[in-house]
């Protein structure tokens, strides 16, 4: 089953806009991450964010995390055609009962994110 | 980039042959995944190691086994390929888990 949910499933924009992506979960985490997928390349890593935390930044992209409503948002701001990518959320749960988690992440569906020169 | 290459990259099969995709990676990392992708699914994990000759299954390990007998090298092996095993698979590293996941650029398999 699917740990994460991302919504919207696609956005459309036109650069300059700010391009906001949701993701929800399940279960509690270690942490949460974000990775970009450009056509048929592999995942970038983007940002990853601890339970412990609520906020992260990194260049023009901001993240936060709101553990009791086991969701996370990433912000894109002032958009460029070169963004346009598929973005994915995934979640390390831990290991049960506290145990390690091995990394091992749940990936979300994805946003396909198209921004318009 | 994190040094890791997938080999090979795109692969045609029938039913009923056996395909070991091979992930290489030039890092020293720890942990290594393999993951597959497919339309309405997203990514998901298929085995996973935490160092040589430890391995564990994922979420969808049914058809799949794996090997690791040094650092660099994650061997995935699907012993009798079915068309359902058409997908693209992608290999991932982290030096620690917990630590971000470097991804290879994927092998396309197809199952004829």
């Known amino acids: 089953s699917q740990q994460g949910e991302e919504d919207p499933q696609a956005l459309s924009i036109q650069e300059g806009e700010n391009a906001t992506m949701n993701c929800s979960y399940k279960?509690?985490?270690?942490?949460l991450q974000w990775y970009r997928q450009n056509s048929g390349r592999g995942l970038v890593h983007l940002i990853l964010i601890r339970s412990n935390e609520r906020e992260k930044h990194s260049g023009r992209l901001r993240v936060t995390l709101d553990t009791s409503k086991k969701s996370s948002s990433l912000l894109i701001t002032a958009s460029r055609a070169a963004d346009t990518a598929s973005y994915f959320c995934a979640t390390d749960a831990g290991g049960e009962a506290g145990g390690t988690s091995y990394g091992k992440l749940t990936f979300g569906q994805g946003t396909i994110l198209t921004v318009h020169p | 980039d994190a040094g890791i290459t997938q080999s090979p990259r795109h692969k045609v099969t029938e039913t009923g042959t056996p395909v070991t995709l091979r992930c290489h990676q030039t890092e020293n990392h720890r942990y290594m995944y393999w993951y597959r992708q497919d339309p309405g699914h997203g990514l998901r994990l298929i085995h996973y190691s935490y160092g040589v000759k430890d391995t564990d299954k994922g979420e969808v390990s049914d058809g799949y086994s794996v090997s690791r007998s040094k650092t660099e090298d994650f061997l995935l092996t699907l012993e009798s390929a079915t068309s359902s095993q058409t997908s693209v698979y992608f290999c991932a590293i982290s030096v620690d888990q917990g630590q971000p996941q470097h991804f290879g650029d994927g092998t396309r398999l197809s199952i004829l």
């Open positions: 279960t509690s985490i270690n942490n």
